[in-house]
């Protein structure tokens, strides 16, 4: 009799334990809950019109303009010159494209100077000077190709133009040299060729 009383009592307590378990892990989500609604609701916020923000930026156009730097204006007459390739392959009829362009300010726009006579000066890497002449295209561009084939001396370094312009009514302009075009001849090694499989060289 005994020991039927202590197996229902061990039953009962066993049930007892796993209610008090699961009731304690009821009670921590409703408390985590609670928590989490509370944290979330923001009484300041509740009664925000979404419809019209509150203003969080101030802009201020143009009142403090003591420590803003002007836009440069354009200048009335400039020039400039590159050339179409810095690197170009020494060989026998290489030449080197040098553009040079002279442009005027009209009205705050950069337009071309038209019929602009342009002079090239190129100077090679051994101090010698040679020059070309252009007359600038309706949009102030002046083209010059510098033939290179005779040139060895100027491989593997700089060889630098600088341009000039000239036109009536306009006062000169020069592409000086800190401003220069430059290129450098470069010489490209031959690709070797295979040999027919199987071939060998004589004496070996």
Known sequence: MQTQDRKRWNIMGTRTAIALKI?????????????IVACGSNPSTANVNLGA???????DLGNNT????????LAPY???????????????TATVGVYAKFTQNVNGNPVGVSGATATASITWPDGSVTTQG??????????????VANRADA???LTFVTVSFQ?????????????A????????????????????????
């Not at 400039?78 to 026998?92: D, L, M, Q, R, V």
């Not at 949009?139 to 510098?146: C, H, I, R, S, T």
């Open 23 to 35: 009731g304690s892990v009821l009670l921590f989500f409703l408390l985590l809950s609670v928590l």
């Open 53 to 59: 923000p509150p203003v969080t930026v101030t802009i």
């Open 66 to 73: 003591t420590n803003v730097s002007p836009t440069p204006p």
């Open 78 to 92: 400039w020039c400039g010159a590159w050339a179409t390739n810095t690197s170009p392959i020494f060989n026998s």
């Open 134 to 147: 252009a007359i600038t295209t309706s949009d102030g561009l002046a083209v010059f190709f510098v033939p």
């Open 155 to 157: 491989v593997n370094h």
């Open 167 to 179: 036109k009536d009514g306009a006062p000169p302009c020069n592409v000086t040299a800190d401003r």
């Open 181 to 204: 075009a430059f290129f450098t001849l470069i010489v490209v090694s031959p690709t070797p060729s295979k040999g027919t499989p199987g071939t060998q060289t004589p004496g070996h």
